[in-house]
């Protein structure tokens, strides 16, 4: 039975971007061994869009796209542009080892309010 998933994300500098989810996105952790730090996720949604070529992006959700980049820019985020899509409305934030991550506001439906 699956119990959960667990991301990998690779990064240039890794403990920077541990600490970027520690102290601003402020995410629940545990020390896995000598600084290995393990984040608890909010709750996910699973999507498969076509494309040319095989990827994975991970994007983060928020209520309030608008109200989530000020706070975020109040703690040093660069945030990219907003642009809206059918889906709903988004932006990056930048990590500091300069790789970026997907924030969105979705206006779909999600199986996490079902």
Excluded: N
């Excluded at 608890?40 to 494309?51: D, N, S, V, Y």
Aim: hydrophobic letters at 40%; proline letters at 6%.
């Amino acid at each position: 039975m699956i119990t959960g998933s667990h991301l990998l994300i690779y990064s240039q500098d890794a403990d920077k971007d541990r600490a970027f989810f520690r102290d601003v996105l402020e995410f629940r952790h545990v020390d896995a061994c000598h600084g290995w730090l393990i984040f608890a996720l909010p709750p996910a949604e699973a999507a498969f869009h076509p494309g040319d070529k095989p990827s994975t992006d991970l994007y983060l959700m928020c209520d309030d796209l608008e109200a989530t980049i000020k706070s975020l820019q109040a703690k040093k985020v660069k945030c990219g542009g907003i642009e809206k899509e059918r889906w709903g409305i988004r932006t990056t934030i930048q990590l500091p080892s300069g790789s970026e991550l997907g924030l969105y506001q979705p206006t779909h439906a999600s199986p996490l309010t079902v």
